[in-house]
């Protein structure tokens, strides 16, 4: 099972486009700020949206096809549709929703049983808590052994401590799936985590598609560094010396990166790329910025310190050594080889 | 108006054939009315929910327009629409069906002035229902039928009572109308609102007895609308299927 979809339609500021194919047990993830398109993305394939111009196959299926007339409704394209806030019948319980849908009822025990959700048989959906909706949502959706599952931001609506635990759940049962899934979401490390391939989206249009490495460590337009974590500064590349492009960022700074570009231009660089020292050293780093921490944020065993403009992610362990607090003055530095450079 | 005459007085006082004959004629007109109301107005109601811009705009405007009516005005419209001499009266005449002072023309009014209490409520509940879930159950093998009795008619249920109820009461109050649309002959157009009227000069217990029925009657719609949407409204607080349209994105 296949999934291929290709669509233009307008929204409100602009015109959403996509041409992608989801091979069978192949999880592919939109990822993109709100507003972007990308439930516009799932809609269509399930039916719910009719773009103005397009298509959708699942193998030899085809479910729309605008230029011969086609349009499968909604109920008989067999999608297994995860809906943003779960989207369950409240005037039902958790029982009756998993068998909304279900050809065959049968399944519907083995499914309760599945998801650890046969004690909440007889109990309302707003007794649940968010792991448990999404639970309920997902046995509902293969209640009816769909060809194929569209997930719209699966985790946003789970609080950060129980997330991690679902995130490596929901990508578990995806692999013993086997079904080509869609899945957006505005988190990259989501999408990095259940995702083998990953889309950035942005203004409707899909910028680059990868492997979550490749978008890492090579992405080909800022937004996309942006969403892979990286900071984005705006300057001027002034000149070229000893094949290094000098770049003047807007903050005042200069910068030295390995990329070749002129004139208005975007850098991008990843916080963990940067290292803090108390005293400026003398190595293969080129560029180097003094300033006093201005902020100090944990991230589990990681710190991320703001210095001026700067963004470094550190080791706890490192800062503690460093004994970093704000005020302190500290180096910023990073090589120039990992300063990307983006034209405006 | 229970202390003027003892209980038993009133209570007595139905055995008039008046009071009787009115009791009849209301109870059929009535709920020939309400199936009417309920059974054309659920889908138009519904129909009219899952339109947006400016053809719901005016739709709705439509259906609120027998509210701010004058009653006589409204008399006036049926009996010119569907009287002897009216626009669609002659056709009707052909049919054999005489419309204008019989019990149709008393289900014709009662329909006409009660329906926009049960479409106003009925469209507010259905828009109220989180349009995502619709679109579940379409994704879960539901068609457009099965989208309407399985999930939107449930979830609409207590504020299609609450509005049905308020129609109903409408209807039994019904005077203006029907007067001058169906007149108040005994037995066949008199419904206890006109023979209140009547019986002021006749017997005045019975005008009491009849006025005590409907306070009794009027009391009971105001409490079941009362708990239907404290019931609808308690529910909707702790389950959002009434937050509104989220925007794709």
């Known amino acids: 099972m296949a999934l291929r979809v290709q669509f233009t339609h307008p929204l409100r500021s602009f015109d959403a486009s996509a041409e992608l194919t989801v091979e069978r047990g192949e999880t592919l993830a939109l990822v993109g700020p709100s507003g972007a398109g990308k439930t516009t993305v799932l809609r269509i394939v399930a039916g719910l949206l009719r773009p103005q111009w397009g298509s959708v196959r699942l193998d030899e299926v085809v479910l729309l096809d605008t230029d011969r007339g086609i349009d499968v409704p909604p109920e008989r394209r067999r999608v297994g549709y995860l809906f943003q806030e779960y989207a369950l019948f409240p005037h039902l319980d958790v029982a009756g929703n998993v068998r909304f849908g279900a050809c065959d009822g049968s399944r519907v025990d083995e499914l309760l049983e599945r998801f650890r959700i046969g004690d909440l048989a007889r109990a309302r959906v707003h007794e649940l808590s968010g792991g448990e909706r999404q639970r309920v949502a997902l046995a509902r959706a293969l209640a009816r052994d769909p060809a194929l599952l569209l997930l719209d931001e699966p985790l946003s609506a789970l609080d950060t401590h129980t997330r991690a635990g679902v995130r490596a759940e929901l990508r578990d049962l995806l692999s013993a799936l086997k079904l080509p899934t869609l899945l957006v979401t505005h988190d990259f490390e989501d999408a990095a985590t259940l995702a083998a391939r990953v889309g950035v989206i942005s203004q409707g249009r899909i910028l680059q598609l990868g492997s979550p490495a490749e978008l890492v460590s090579i992405p080909t337009d800022p937004f996309v560094a942006s969403l892979a974590g990286a900071m984005v500064l705006a300057g001027q590349a002034i000149g070229t010396e000893n094949g290094l492009t000098q770049v003047v960022l807007d903050s005042g700074l200069t910068a030295w990166s390995a990329d070749q570009a002129s004139g208005p231009v975007n850098l991008a660089v990843y916080p963990w790329d940067v290292s803090l020292g108390l005293i400026r050293q003398d190595d293969s780093r080129m560029n180097h910025l003094s300033a006093p921490v201005t902020s100090l944020a944990p991230l589990g065993n990681r710190v991320r310190v703001h210095v001026g403009p700067i963004v470094a992610e550190i080791t706890a362990a490192s800062a503690e050594r460093l004994d970093l607090r704000p005020g302190a003055i500290v180096t910023a530095s990073f090589k120039a080889t990992a300063a990307r450079l983006f034209p405006r | ?249």
């Open chain 2, 1 to 249: 108006m229970f202390l003027r005459v003892p209980p038993g007085e009133l209570v007595s006082a139905f055995g008039s054939d008046a009071a009787r004959d009115a009791l009849r004629v209301t109870a059929e007109t009535n709920a020939v009315a309400m199936i009417l109301i309920l059974g054309f107005g659920t889908p138009a109601a519904y129909w009219i929910s899952t339109r947006r811009g400016s053809l719901r705009d005016i739709l709705v405007t439509l259906v609120e327009l027998p509210l701010v009516l004058p009653p006589a005005v409204a008399g006036v419209g049926l009996l010119v629409a569907f009287g002897r001499a009216g626009l669609l009266g002659g056709t009707f005449e052909v049919l054999g069906i005489d419309i204008a002072f019989t019990k149709i023309s008393v289900i014709l009014a009662v329909t006409f002035v009660a329906s926009p209490f049960y479409l106003r409520t009925a469209i507010a509940a259905f828009e109220a229902v989180d349009t995502t879930l619709p679109a579940a159950a379409r994704t879960l093998g539901a068609g457009r039928a099965g989208v309407f009795f399985r999930v939107m008619l449930p979830l609409a249920g207590s504020g299609l009572g609450a509005g049905a109820a308020l129609a109903f009461a409408r209807g039994l109050g019904e005077f203006g109308a029907t007067i001058m649309f169906a007149g108040s002959l005994q037995g066949v157009t008199q419904t206890l609102s006109l023979a209140i009227y009547e019986q002021f000069d006749l017997d005045f217990t019975v005008a009491l007895a009849i006025s005590a029925l409907l306070i009794c009657i009027s009391a009971l719609v105001l409490l079941t609308v009362k708990v239907l949407t404290r019931w609808h409204s308690g529910s909707s607080s702790l389950i959002p299927f009434a937050a509104s349209t989220r925007q794709p994105s």
